[in-house]
């Protein structure tokens, strides 16, 4: 019974320590590279975009490693995400639309 129990952990990819400490090394190769990328890249929109790419892809490990998101059933999982991506297109529309109000010359 134990070994079966086991092997139902090991099939949905049970957390280990061998897990952690990769997700630890895999995130901080990614800040090392956030750092030099931030001092040997002048500033620019491509680079707020790499720093963002980076960024979610961090927190793509943090949420679904450390904070066992990625060991849920999907469901629970889509009723996270999918309000996030209707916030973060929400953001997007609203930076978009606000610099419109720069454009706009108004009549006095």
Request: aromatic fraction near 14%; glycine fraction near 6%.
């Amino acid at each position: 019974m134990e070994h079966t129990e086991n092997h139902h952990n090991n099939e949905h990819g049970a957390l280990t320590k061998k897990t952690i400490w990769a997700t630890f090394w895999l995130l901080l190769a990614i800040t090392v590279i956030d750092f030099a990328i931030y001092f040997m890249m002048p500033a620019s929109g491509i680079r707020n975009f790499i720093f963002i790419g980076l960024g979610v892809v961090k927190s793509y490990f943090i949420v679904g490693i450390f904070m066992h998101m990625k060991y849920e059933v999907v469901r629970l999982s889509s009723m996270i995400i999918l309000p996030m991506a209707f916030i973060l297109a929400l953001i997007a529309a609203l930076l978009y639309e606000g610099d419109r109000w720069s454009i706009i010359k108004w009549i006095e």
